[in-house]
């Protein structure tokens, strides 16, 4: 639609066509949130919206373990709660939950840590409102 540049560098990205830095790399990972951004406002049909599932899981099983890049995933799902495929939305719920839990009491001082506890109750947070809006939709 507006953006098939951005389209060309996410999947040369996804496909390990580009060999980049970590800065640019969490650069491109941010487009992902702002591409979700300009799908919603400019309601671009659900078949052709980027598969934000797709870069969900290639973080997890890529990039996981670098605090970077979960924060990235944390954002990404904090933009896109209202655009998350239901089918997969209380997986990635729990999948939120559950990296939260992994951050022992001894690691929550350094603040590192702290910036991604915020961004896992932020994302949380986005996510049980998503709930509460289908909840009271349902009413």
């Known amino acids: 639609m507006c953006y098939p ?7 040369q990205y ?3 066509q580009l060999q980049i830095e970590e800065a640019i790399e969490d650069a491109i990972l941010n487009l992902v949130g702002i591409v979700g951004k300009v799908q919603k406002e400019y309601k671009v049909p659900m078949e052709k919206r980027l598969e934000v599932c797709f870069v969900l899981n290639f973080i997890r099983q890529h990039k996981w373990q670098n605090p970077v890049f979960k924060r ?3 954002l990404i799902i904090t ?3 209202r655009m998350l495929p239901k089918m997969h939305f209380y ?3 729990q999948s939120v939950v559950q990296s939260l839990r992994e951050i022992s009491v001894e690691q929550a001082v350094q603040p590192l840590n702290q910036v991604l506890i915020y961004e896992h109750c932020h994302c949380i947070h986005q996510m049980v409102g ?3 809006y289908w909840l009271n939709k349902a009413e």
Do not use: T, V
């Open 91 to 93: 997986e990635i719920l």
């Open 14 to 16: 996804f496909n390990g």
């Open 72 to 74: 990235r995933y944390l």
């Open 79 to 81: 933009h896109w709660a």
């Open 5 to 11: 540049y951005i389209q060309d560098i996410l999947k």
């Open 130 to 132: 998503e709930i509460g």
